[in-house]
């Protein structure tokens, strides 16, 4: 049990709900409010089902693709740093540059936002260390899913509470962090992408 609650909480703070509720309300803002809610817990659902998949079979995955887990943590970081720099510099139709009322799909919110690529390394990490406890790492991450889908699923309310000023405010401050995180991302990708190629050479 000990184990289960180690790996949902470590999970839960690689997912960061709390970090990711200002994206999400930027990406949800101009979408109908009763639609909201339907949209969000519908791209819960395929990062969850994305996680699961990366979770038994993530690291076969990869290496049927021939894709190296630092590219995973390098493309991550390039959709994080464009998403970033639309919520700086928003354009009318929002970070997607989706027409008005349209829904974002899969990308950014299901992948990255959820289903990141270190939450997506940190799977792969816990079944190559211990196959032997798939149904532990299976319920740890349904607990960090369902605690981070609780608190996404207030981004509406939060939406309610900010306004659009204060949405707008926390949404160009959130895009400087996230190009920290977005420059972070990359530079580990590219560091452990170094180091492989030396252990190689």
């Known amino acids: ?12 703070l690689i997912m ?3 970090g990711n509720l200002p994206i999400f309300m930027s990406v949800l803002k101009h979408i109908e409010p009763k639609r909201r809610k339907v949209v969000v817990i519908r791209e819960l659902l395929i990062a969850l089902t994305i996680l699961f998949i990366f ?3 993530g690291q ?3 290496e049927f693709l021939q894709v190296e887990q630092e590219t995973v ?14 919520m700086i510099f928003p354009s009318s139709g929002g970070i997607m540059n989706l027409p008005d009322g349209e829904e974002p799909l899969i990308v950014p919110l299901a992948v990255p936002m959820i289903a990141g690529p270190s939450t997506m390394a940190a799977l792969i990490l816990l079944a190559n260390q211990s196959p032997d406890k798939m149904l532990h790492w299976s319920i740890a991450l349904s607990i960090a899913w369902v605690i ?15 306004g659009e000023k204060g949405l707008r405010a926390i949404e160009r401050l959130m895009g400087m962090i996230l190009i920290m995180i977005a420059i972070q991302m990359l530079l ?10 030396g252990t190689i050479i």
Do not use: R, T
């Open 148 to 162: 981070s889908a609780s608190i996404l699923l207030l981004s509406n309310k939060v939406h309610k509470l900010l």
């Open 188 to 197: 580990n990708g590219i560091s452990a992408y170094v180091k492989h190629i």
């Open 60 to 62: 076969g995955l990869l």
């Open 73 to 86: 943590s390098i493309a991550g970081g390039i959709i994080l740093f464009v998403i970033a720099i639309k």
């Open 16 to 18: 960061d709900p709390l």
């Open 55 to 57: 979770l038994f079979i």
């Open 1 to 12: 049990m000990q184990d289960i609650w180690a790996a949902a909480i470590m999970l839960l």
